[in-house]
């Protein structure tokens, strides 16, 4: 069982939409989550993080963390074509200092 | 947020040369610093850890004498690909935390785009 797991997608939502992300992982102990995005030929780059159980909202982005159920999602809302990109879940297992990193769900908003 | 620098963004050498990236974090003081490589469309693939002022932590698999890491200072830490092949043409990745531990945020440098002819 891989650490931290996405479904690769590609999800494909139409403008305006919500756009739904989810990542589950298999440390219970885990307490740091994160969320970042990567456009193709760039680095990743930090969108959120969320350390508490509930939801945590900036801007058009809201983080769900469910520690109890081991998954953490993010969703975009009024999607734009420039959210088109891969998003990476990260996690913190407990006592460690390696981000585990999930594969990436690529996600495409239609014009 | 904090912000990592990279450099040189893109580089083109010949096979058996050696290439060096550097990694800075510019506004804030980097205790760890992470490597990562990523080949086209596929993930993030760790492949070592540095704390300043001690040897790297490599992953399993990962070549400790091919792939040298000083990270002399809180805010630099280098990475040196020597005798480079083609087969290392990669986006080559860097980043880095405030803390060894807790709840630590990393922030990516910008990427070096690496190709080896």
């Known amino acids: 069982q891989k650490e931290v797991e996405q479904n690769s997608g590609p999800l494909s939502v139409p403008e305006g939409a919500i756009a739904s992300l989810n990542c589950t992982y298999s440390?219970?102990?885990?307490?740091?989550f994160f969320w970042y995005r990567q456009y193709s030929g760039k680095s990743p780059e930090l969108i959120m993080f969320?350390?508490?159980?509930g939801d945590k909202e900036d801007g058009r982005f809201t983080a769900q963390l469910n520690k109890a159920s081991q998954y953490v999602s993010l969703l975009i809302r009024d999607s734009q074509p420039s959210d088109s990109a891969t998003y990476l879940c990260a996690v913190r297992p407990t006592g460690g200092f390696k981000t585990i990193f999930g594969a990436g769900t690529r996600l495409f908003v239609k014009a | 947020g904090a912000v990592v620098s990279q450099h040189p963004s893109r580089v083109i050498c010949k096979s058996g040369t050696s290439v060096k990236i550097e990694c800075r974090s510019l506004?804030?003081?980097?205790?760890?610093m992470f490597w990562y490589r990523q080949f086209p469309k596929q993930s993030l693939m760790l492949m070592a850890t540095s704390n300043e002022g001690s040897k790297a932590t490599y992953e399993q698999g990962v070549e400790k004498d091919k792939f040298l890491i000083n990270h002399a200072s809180l805010t630099l830490s280098t990475l040196t690909v020597t005798s480079a092949h083609p087969e290392d043409s990669s986006f080559y990745i860097c980043?880095?935390?405030?803390?060894?531990?807790?709840?630590?945020?990393?922030?990516f440098g910008p990427g070096t785009r690496l190709t080896v002819l």
């Open positions: 506004d804030f003081q980097a205790t760890t």
């Open positions: 969320i350390y508490s159980n």
């Open positions: 980043s880095a935390s405030l803390g060894s531990g807790g709840e630590d945020t990393q922030y």
């Open positions: 440390d219970r102990g885990s307490q740091s």
